[in-house]
């Protein structure tokens, strides 16, 4: 089976004033279909920005980026939206809900997005938030739901759309250690049930172990970790 991401030569700069920061210096990354990739790396390696240039948020790159054999520099702008919808799911350290939709609004909406009917939507929603443990919790809304569920409710939208490659930068950095275990042992589970490659960007190590591979930026490369 071909690749769901080949990254080659991806890099990117940052000017600020007179300086600029060279970011990402010719990065290179393929995921297998349903490997789990912990992308590790100190504050300011550019995890983020490399996680932005793959999930198609951002221009200003130099290098090849293809996601499921779609090349990122011949997509038009349309066609990045429904790459994006299509194929990728994001998960951010807050988990950016709707405040005014319940859990399960939220896990409905994107797939309504996607063209699916309501009906569908809905019994996959279900299905994903009571995989979670959030069964009871449908009609919660964000503010009425704990850090770790928001998270959860934010993993089980990201999978609705059935992505064949999950983003996630920091999903558990914005919860307390325990927590942060729990949710990413839920996390990794509906990836691996769902058979969603995964990109997950960390500083907690001992997350990443539990991940089928570490990879690291270091002074702009990304080097492979045993
Ligand atoms: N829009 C921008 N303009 C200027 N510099 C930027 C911009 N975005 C990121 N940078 C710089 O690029 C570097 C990498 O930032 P990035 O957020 O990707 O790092 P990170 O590894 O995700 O860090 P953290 O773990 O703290 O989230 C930093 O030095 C940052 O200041």
Do not use: W
């Amino acid at each position: 089976m071909s690749d769901v991401l080949a990254v080659k030569g991806l890099s990117r700069s940052f000017r600020q004033g007179e300086v600029v920061i060279d970011v990402l210096r010719g990065v290179d990354l393929t995921v297998a279909p349903g490997e789990i990739v912990a992308l590790l790396g100190p504050s300011g390696s550019g995890k983020s920005t490399m996680l932005q240039a793959i999930g198609l948020l951002e221009g200003g790159f130099d290098g090849s980026i293809v996601i499921d054999g779609r090349p990122a520099e011949k997509l038009s702008g349309q066609q990045r939206t429904e790459v994006r919808r299509d194929k990728l799911g994001f998960v951010y350290q807050f988990h950016h809900l709707l405040p005014d939709f319940n859990a399960l609004e939220n896990v409905v909406l994107p797939q309504l997005i996607a063209g699916r009917d309501m009906a569908s939507a809905e019994v996959k929603a279900k299905s994903l938030l009571s995989d979670l443990g959030l069964g009871e919790r449908l009609d919660h809304r964000p503010s009425q739901l704990s850090g770790g569920e928001q998270q959860r409710v934010a993993v089980a939208r990201a999978l609705a759309n059935e992505p064949v490659l999950v983003l996630a930068d920091e999903p558990t950095g914005n919860l307390d250690e325990a927590t942060a275990q729990r949710v990413l042992a839920e996390f990794l589970r509906v990836v691996r049930n769902h058979n969603s490659a995964a990109v997950i960007a960390t500083h907690n190590t001992t997350l990443a172990r539990q991940m089928d591979r570490t990879v690291e930026l270091h002074e702009g490369q990304l080097v492979e970790r045993r």
